[in-house]
């Protein structure tokens, strides 16, 4: 399908900010506002539209912010509101635009509703958040687990009752079958639409409402031991319930009345689940992201299939998105290696569909070991020895070789890349072979070629090592070929005389060759071809 009139979200490439991580300025090696807004030049010298950044609000950080105790205030961490007005001001005069994260699942138990909440059984704001009764034998309400380990339900002393907490237990579960909850929400969006934010990304959208009767979830078959546990249970009652799509409508509709934005929905669900969240009438999440990429092993015939699967699943115009890396995955540079992440970036950036990169990415940045006794991330210390810690993917930016990489004058919060002075953005800016470099050309052509932004898609062939396929507008016609292996393999379009001339590759001696016949390509190597008619 083409896209006719193709709206900025898009159009466009979005680039998600840790906000602890991409540059302090104050001294106190937490990265904050000020910090985003000096390398706003940076982001828009690389060609990014949107930028989506994690949450900044008043938060014990027990989960780096996304324990929010305040929902329309700044932490003092991260600067003002002033530095936000500022921030937001200076993203829009650039032309890009500012998503924040929305975190309507859950508040801190620091959140004035929740302290009111468990004061008292009468509480009016008693049943905005999930109270339930013990079991007669003083045991949980029901056997439904905590993302982050052991039971999801936490006993309240002074009240006799159990609360619901699918993450932490300092991050209690709002109820919203309570229509209250709702509009005190929904009053949360308006106050930051007012101040001129283009959307939100919805945390755990799945998550959002629970079975009313609170039924016991199932067990997992299939189980493996290194899981995390909460993989003992298939949430089917705690997650993913029919209701869920008319609070995403009533968010969209909110949304809509102040002109083109957009909703992104956090889910992590199966494709035919994942694409419901388009909504009927496409009055869901603008776009449910897609993490095929990132949970997906890195073969050739299952990416290819699930690009297909999931092109043939999207409904009636339902805008596809790809993703490689957030801040709760293994970098995509760790994963694959760096000469496949290169290839990823090739796919990433011409597959049809918004693409959202994770800031580092650009340089290849890895995980960085954190040592057992100096993980910060609630993930990992509640559940010691099976390394879910995501502190190695959260680390800080390294903009130049000097102290600290540039980010920071004071030791930092989490250790930089050991080899950061070898790979910085100054350098990598500066290299005609960098991964950076290969990221700006790629991304200056997706943004020049309506074909690659917005053009149709259309898979030519894979096997076990390549996939390819073809973007078209109009009679402009590209065509990608990855070898997402390390060995040679051989393209042969010979029979569908394919014919054109290199010009993005991932490794540059490419570009300008013709393609014509049988291509052999090296291991992690992709090129993008255009097309003669
Ligand atoms: C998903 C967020 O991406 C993750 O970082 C967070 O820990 C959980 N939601 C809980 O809010």
Avoid at 224 to 248: F, G, W
Avoid at 501 to 516: D, K, Q, R
């Amino acid at each position: 399908m083409e896209q006719k009139d193709a709206l900025w979200w898009q159009r466009g490439i979005i680039y998600q900010i840790y906000p602890r991580s991409y540059q302090d300025t104050n001294g106190d090696g937490i990265g904050d506002l000020k910090g985003i807004i000096s390398r706003l030049e940076y982001l828009h010298w690389l060609g990014i539209d949107v930028i989506w950044i994690s949450p900044i609000y008043p938060s014990p950080m027990k989960d780096f912010g996304y324990d929010i105790s305040n929902y329309t205030d700044i932490h003092p961490l991260f600067g003002s509101m002033s530095d936000f007005d500022e921030l937001i001001a200076q993203v829009h005069t650039l032309g890009m635009k500012l998503i924040l994260d929305l975190v309507p699942n859950h508040t801190s138990n620091e959140h004035p509703w929740f302290i009111e909440s468990r004061s008292g059984r009468d509480n009016p704001k008693r049943d905005w958040y999930i109270w339930k009764d013990a079991r007669e034998d003083g045991s949980v309400p029901n056997n439904w687990l905590s993302v982050f380990g052991g039971n999801g339900w936490e006993w309240d002393e002074q009240t006799k009752q159990y609360y619901y907490h699918a993450f932490l237990k300092e991050q209690p579960d709002l109820n919203w079958r309570n229509p209250d909850v709702q509009q005190a929400m929904y009053n949360v969006m308006r106050f930051w639409l007012d101040k001129g934010v283009d959307g939100f990304r919805v945390d755990v959208m799945w998550h959002m409402i629970k079975d009313d009767e609170l039924r016991d979830n199932p067990l997992n078959p299939g189980y493996a031991d290194l899981q995390a546990d909460y993989n003992k249970l298939l949430p089917v009652y705690s997650t993913d319930q029919p209701e869920v799509h008319e609070i995403v409508k009533q968010m969209r509709v909110l949304v809509d009345g102040y002109g083109e934005k957009v909703i992104i929905g956090e889910i992590y669900l199966p494709i035919e689940k994942l694409v419901t969240y388009y909504g009927a009438n496409n009055l869901g999440a603008h776009l449910p992201f897609n993490f095929q990429l990132l949970t997906l092993p890195w073969e050739a015939l299952q990416i290819s299939s699930a690009i297909d699967a999931y092109e043939a699943a999207l409904p009636e115009n339902g805008w596809p998105n790809w993703v490689l890396g957030n801040h709760d995955q293994q970098r995509i540079a760790s994963r694959i290696g760096l000469g496949q992440a290169r290839v990823a970036a090739m796919l990433l950036l011409t597959l049809r569909g918004t693409p959202t990169i994770y800031y580092g990415e650009e340089i290849g940045m890895k995980d960085v070991p954190i040592e057992e006794d100096q993980v910060q991330d609630p993930q990992g210390l509640n559940m010691p020895g099976k390394h879910l810690s995501r502190d190695p993917e959260r680390t800080p930016m390294p903009w130049d070789n000097s102290a600290n990489g540039g980010f920071s004058k004071v030791k930092p919060w989490l250790p930089l890349e050991r080899d950061y002075k070898r790979k910085n953005v100054q350098l990598q800016q500066d290299d005609p072979f960098s991964m950076l470099t290969f990221y700006k050309r790629l991304i200056d052509v997706r943004k020049k070629e309506r074909a690659l932004s917005v053009g149709s898609y259309r898979p030519v062939y894979a096997n076990h090592q390549l996939i390819s396929y073809i973007r078209q507008w109009n009679d402009d016609k590209f065509l990608v070929v990855l070898n997402l292996t390390h060995g040679v393999c051989y393209f042969t379009p010979a029979h569908l005389e394919l014919k054109g001339t290199i010009i993005v590759a991932t490794h540059s001696e490419l570009e300008g060759l013709p393609l014509n016949g049988t291509f052999g390509l090296g291991g992690d190597e992709g090129i993008l071809v255009r097309l003669e008619e």
